[in-house]
């Protein structure tokens, strides 16, 4: 059964950095696409980045970008999310996803059509 788990939320400052860890288990890691999605109170689920189960294309969403970096290691079943300069406007519970399909695209949107495997999110709040 394809699951996935995040780790490494937390609480910082604004300007500062965090790194989130997707762990999956269940399923043929590396031939799946995988990516990390928010969700801010009252607000919708939203892409933040997408990677390609080769770990050779990314897909940067407009929430996010040029403040994060994705990057998986296939020999470690995990997925990484490396946010910088972090903004209040930020705080949100972060979902890592899954594509239930092998040899995807690469692309948060098509993932989503999907829809995703969800993990169960972790929490990042940042404080002005």
């Known amino acids: 059964q394809l699951q996935v788990m995040e780790s490494g939320g937390g609480s910082v400052q604004a300007g500062g950095s965090l790194k989130l860890t997707c762990t999956g288990s269940?399923?043929?890691?590396?031939?799946?696409?995988m990516g990390w999605f928010r969700q801010a109170p009252g607000k919708g689920r939203e892409a933040v980045a997408c990677?390609?189960?080769?770990?050779?294309?990314?897909d940067y969403e407009d929430a996010m970008l040029g403040r994060v970096t994705i990057s998986r290691d296939n020999t470690q079943n995990t997925i990484s999310l490396q946010m910088f300069n972090l903004k209040p406007e930020d705080t949100a519970m972060y979902y890592c996803?899954?594509?239930?399909?092998?040899?995807?695209?690469?692309?948060?949107?098509?993932?989503?059509?999907?829809?995703?495997?969800w993990g169960q999110g972790t929490q990042v709040t940042v404080s002005s």
């Open positions: 996803a899954a594509d239930p399909v092998r040899y995807g695209l690469g692309y948060c949107s098509v993932m989503l059509r999907k829809p995703p495997v």
């Open positions: 269940g399923f043929p890691f590396d031939e799946h696409d």
């Open positions: 990677i390609k189960w080769s770990g050779t294309d990314t």
